[in-house]
């Protein structure tokens, strides 16, 4: 019974990723990226996002579903600096913003996961404590400054330098 719901949570989970991916206004950016932004790497990332803490994601199928919904809240932009991911993934590929090469990829074109609390207690991936943010604001966010600060602070700061550089995108 219990694997009966977990299945059909993942399948109504993923039938709301694909909704999405085919989305007009986001479909380019998913199609420039189809490995890095499939479904089965989200599921994999939600793995390892499970933690036994009464709050926290229980399921892949939940975590799916919680970044499916923060997406279309957030309109597929940084909650710091409101940035498209789909602006920054061109301004990667035209080379006007760089991006940090890592084991497995790179960090730039694609949201992370940003928990607003992170604090020792309450450093939690959970639906309400995650956010997407881009890689430049969760990089320089670090554990330095508080979420609260960091939206209202240096989250606009940056969003106005990404306008700035996208102004420089010829069309
Ligand atoms: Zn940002």
């Given at each position: ?7 059909s ?23 420039m ?130 306008k ?8």
């Amino acid at each position: 019974m219990k694997e009966q719901k977990n299945n059909s949570e993942l399948a109504q989970a993923i039938e709301g990723y694909n909704t999405l991916k085919k989305d007009i206004h986001y479909a380019s950016y998913f199609n420039m990226y189809p490995a890095e932004l499939s479904v089965e790497k989200l599921i994999t990332k939600g793995k390892t996002k499970i933690k036994t803490s009464e709050a926290a994601f229980k399921t892949p199928a939940e975590f799916l579903l919680w970044w499916v919904n923060a997406w279309k809240l957030q309109q597929g932009s940084c909650y710091y600096c409101n940035s498209k991911f789909s602006d920054l993934a061109k301004l990667i590929n035209s080379n006007l913003l760089a991006v940090r090469k890592i084991g497995y990829g790179v960090r730039g074109p694609f949201p992370e996961i940003e928990r607003l609390e992170s604090t020792d207690e309450k450093n939690i991936y959970s639906k309400e404590n995650c956010v997407l943010a881009c890689y430049y604001c969760n990089n320089d966010k670090s554990y330095v400054y508080s979420s609260v600060d960091y939206k209202n602070y240096f989250g606009p700061a940056k969003g106005l330098y990404i306008k700035q550089l996208l102004t420089k995108l010829k069309t």
